[in-house]
């Protein structure tokens, strides 16, 4: 009875009060938050959520390949620091003991660097491929549309990652009608021959850029290069590279303003 009183002295506080009881009344509470980080999956359905899902397919390439630099649970080398480790491109490990033993070449199968790196190759080689499709569904005009080519290649290296830097049996799965199909383990050569098979499938996109062709095109050379068929196809590597300008080079960019976004090199 006395908070009644002392709320109706004022006609702000009556105010306030009403517009309490409305937004109580509404059902949004009043310590609820509108959360524009969180994404309905649905809403990646669109135009705009296929282009959003270009960006992070990009983030996530970027990160599987040269990590953050960090040591927290959520991070990663990434590929270039890691196989540089292991074929002595880089000659200092540092104190990490998962570094060490990549540079000493005593790999244990519980290290935590390889599992994060492999963890994160393949959230990069999904969100590429989920990209490609949303982006030929909801933007693609009669295919013309340069970033599926894009998002194709990028898919192609982290099979050209796999192939190199892991043993053979790396099993492919994938997510159809929300259930996960989980992929038999693959051979080397099989697994260089899906990344071919996507930088075939980004140079017949009729709306590729000539640097995104030239990133396929460098992708196709490499992996006819690793392929073992007799020994390397040095004549067929040197063909599918022969369009691409020497100055060619495809840049992953980095940004101090998230942990995520730095660059471990």
Do not use: W
């Given at each position: 009875?006395?908070?009644?009183?002392?709320?109706?002295?004022?006609?702000l506080?009556?105010?306030?009060?009403?517009?309490?009881?409305l937004?109580?009344?509404?059902?949004c509470?009043?310590?609820?938050t509108n959360?524009?980080?969180?994404?309905?999956p649905?809403?990646?359905?669109t135009p705009?959520?296929?282009?959003?899902k270009?960006?992070?397919?990009?983030a996530?390439?970027?990160?599987?390949?040269d990590?953050?630099?960090?040591?927290?649970?959520?991070?990663?080398d990434g590929?270039?620091?890691?196989v540089?480790?292991l074929?002595?491109?880089?000659?200092?490990?540092g104190?990490?003991?998962?570094?060490?033993?990549?540079?000493?070449?005593?790999?244990?199968?519980?290290?935590a660097?390889?599992l994060?790196?492999?963890?994160y190759?393949?959230k990069?080689r999904?969100?590429?491929?989920?990209a490609?499709?949303?982006?030929?569904?909801y933007?693609?005009?009669?295919g013309?549309?340069p970033?599926?080519?894009?998002?194709l290649s990028?898919?192609?290296?982290?099979?050209?990652?796999?192939?190199?830097?892991?043993?053979?049996?790396?099993?492919?799965?994938?997510?159809?009608?929300?259930?996960?199909v989980?992929?038999?383990?693959l051979s080397?050569?099989?697994?260089l021959?899906?990344?071919i098979?996507?930088?075939d499938?980004?140079?017949?996109?009729?709306?590729i850029?000539?640097?995104?062709?030239?990133?396929?095109q460098?992708?196709?050379?490499r992996?006819?290069?690793?392929?073992?068929?007799?020994?390397p196809?040095?004549?067929?590597?040197?063909?599918?590279?022969?369009?691409?300008?020497?100055?060619f080079?495809?840049?992953?960019?980095?940004?101090?303003?998230?942990?995520?976004?730095h660059?471990?090199?």
């Open positions: 009875m006395t908070m009644t009183t002392q709320l109706r002295r004022t006609g506080v009556r105010a306030s009060l009403t517009v309490a009881v937004l109580v009344g509404s059902g509470g009043l310590l609820d959360q524009p980080d969180i994404i309905d649905v809403k990646l359905n705009e959520g296929a282009r959003g270009r960006i992070g397919a990009i996530d390439f970027a990160f599987a390949n990590g953050d630099g960090n040591f927290n649970t959520d991070s990663t590929i270039a620091l890691s540089g480790l074929s002595d491109e880089f000659v200092y490990s104190p990490n003991p998962t570094e060490q033993e990549l540079d000493q070449r005593r790999i244990a199968d519980n290290n660097t390889l994060a790196d492999y963890f190759l393949h990069a999904v969100s590429a491929e989920d490609a499709q949303l982006l030929q569904t933007v693609s005009t009669s013309a549309e970033d599926v080519a894009e998002m990028l898919a192609g290296f982290t099979y050209i990652y796999f192939a190199e830097d892991f043993c053979s049996g790396v099993p492919f799965s994938s997510l159809q009608n929300g259930q996960i989980f992929g038999a383990g080397r050569d099989s697994t021959r899906i990344a098979t996507r930088f499938s980004a140079l017949a996109q009729p709306g850029s000539p640097e995104i062709a030239s990133l396929a460098v992708g196709r050379g992996a006819l290069l690793d392929l073992a068929q007799a020994g196809d040095y004549a067929a590597a040197a063909q599918a590279v022969q369009a691409v300008p020497t100055s080079f495809y840049q992953s960019e980095h940004t101090t303003s998230i942990q995520r976004l660059t471990g090199v």
